[in-house]
Nanobody, 118 residues
């Protein structure tokens, strides 16, 4: 059973930076990797994605502030968050869609809390 292990969340002041990382415990032929977040009382929303070929996409609210990157060989995805705002406070989840043993699967991380104080 492959698990995604996240790290890097925490408490930061507005305007600061945090880096998140997410690594799979086993090999996945990743097709798309991404980060989602869920604030209290809100639905989970897409933050950023990256395809196997390196094409990235971002929510409008984070464009120009967040950068997603990935390492396909290591089934690892990163999120660099700069110029953080209080509205970025949420639990962040990584997501990998890919092939394992020839079967298309989707994996989720356990979530890591990001709190931005104003």
């Amino acid at each position: 059973q492959v698990q995604l292990v996240e790290s890097g969340g925490g408490l930061v002041q507005a305007g600061g930076s945090l880096s998140l990382s997410c690594a799979a415990s086993g090999s996945i032929f990743s097709i798309n990797m991404g980060w989602y977040r869920q604030a209290p009382g809100q639905q989970r929303e897409l933050v950023a994605t990256i395809t196997r070929g390196g094409t990235t996409g971002y929510a409008d609210s984070v464009k120009g502030r967040f950068t997603i990157s990935g390492d396909n060989a290591k089934s690892t995805v990163f999120l660099q968050m700069n110029s953080l705002k209080s509205e970025d406070t949420a639990v962040y989840y990584c997501n990998i869609k890919g092939l394992r043993s020839g079967v298309l699967r989707e994996y989720w991380g356990q979530g890591t809390q990001v709190t931005v104080s104003s």
